[in-house]
Each structure stands twice: as structure tokens, then as C-alpha cells.
């Protein structure tokens, strides 16, 4: 985080050492969700006539990668990335 003081920093990780583990739990989860639909509204964006299966599978080669992707679905699309 090269745009955050120290003190910014130190802070931050306080906050989070207060937290209970539940709700560091959920936080990571809900930020997990915003990183998912971030990826999948940037996908529906670049391929707008893209089914929801094509959607699926282009955000397993964005998550995972190619080869997973790839044994998960079989064929990908040549531009899937």
C-alpha cells in the first residue's frame, strides 16, 4: 500500500485486530462478492452478447486461470483472459 502512511497502516491493522474473527470473516466474504461482481459486470461489459454460461466461464479463466478453467468447462474462448 505505497499510498498510505504509516500511521494510515498501523491503524488499519489495529481496527482489524479488534474485530471478532466472525466479523473479519464476513467483511473478507463481502469483499470476495465485490471482486466477483466487479469481475462479472467488466466481462458482461467487454462481451455484452455473452450467455450466462459464457459469462461463468470467462470469470473461471479470470479466477483461476486458463488450465483450471479449462478442465472445469472444456473448450474456452480464444480470448477469454
Do not use: N
Not at 30 to 54: F, H, K, N, W, Y
Request: hydrophobic letters at 40%; a positive charge.
Amino acid at each position: 500500500m505505497l499510498d498510505t502512511t504509516g500511521s494510515a497502516f498501523d491503524r488499519y491493522h489495529e481496527l482489524l485486530r479488534a474485530q471478532k474473527p466472525q466479523e473479519r470473516l464476513e467483511q473478507a466474504a463481502a469483499l470476495t462478492r465485490a471482486v466477483r461482481e466487479l469481475a462479472t459486470a467488466g466481462i458482461r461489459q467487454r462481451c455484452p452478447g455473452a450467455s450466462d454460461d459464457e459469462v461463468r466461464v470467462r470469470l473461471a479463466v479470470r479466477l483461476y486461470g486458463r488450465d483450471l478453467a479449462k478442465r472445469i468447462f472444456g473448450e474456452l474462448p480464444a480470448d477469454a483472459v
